[in-house]
């Protein structure tokens, strides 16, 4: 039996900026989503382990600590549960802040000054991408059939937002999920890191940097026994194994 998925669609708000946090928190009410707000990142911290957000929206220049540091911590947390999908917000635009973010579990990057009605459009995406419901979709509305794909002890079900490995769920970020499912529609072939930049984080041609690395490491840990499925290709990229045959499924 599907578990009933609840309503409630709750954003944090890390940003020390008066004016854009109470802009943020007024938009995204109105949207339909639970909001809370904090000004430093230790409190956001603290919001994070008693709010549960399902998406944290944070802000790089905190009067605190750095929020790549909140990002950090959060992302060393208990992985054993689900963790929210983190934004990051910042008015640095160079692609080094980019790549500090997403190798350390960014979801996505928006560069102030943004437009809130596109960062509400992709807080719905993200949230979407994970299976819950978003401002736009009742939470009673009946799922979509589901794709699935079965390759080994590994299950990916891509609409609904699970991957199982041996018949126990692995939890995911956004962005490790975005990578396994491009890997697994990919089987087989080798994808370079330049491919894996531009086609799974969006980076244009020739960026060079670790970020895929360092997400292919964090996969594989995760993955446990099916970690191996991914395999590292010398002096080319990376591929899903093709020893096992993919199972298509829907449903």
Known sequence: MTPEVSAERRVLVVEDEPDLRELLT???EAAGFT????????DGLAEAQGFAPDIILLDLMLPDIPGTEVCRR?????RSVP???IVMLTAKGDEIDRVVGFELGADDYVVKPFSVRELVLR???ILRSRGRPTSSEPASATPAARRRYVVGPLEVDVDGYHVFVGGDEVHMSAMEMRLLIYLVEHRGRVRSREDLL??????????STRTVDTHVK?????????????ETVRGMGYRLSAEHPVVSAEG
């Open 74 to 78: 959060i992302r060393a947390s208990d």
């Open 35 to 42: 909001v809370h707000a904090a000004d430093k990142g230790l």
């Open 26 to 28: 007024y938009n995204l």
């Open 123 to 125: 807080v719905n995406a």
């Open 198 to 207: 531009e086609d799974v984080w969006g980076y244009k041609p020739g960026v």
């Open 83 to 85: 963790q929210p999908a």
């Open 218 to 230: 964090r996969l594989r840990d995760k993955l446990g026994e099916a970690g191996s499925l991914v």
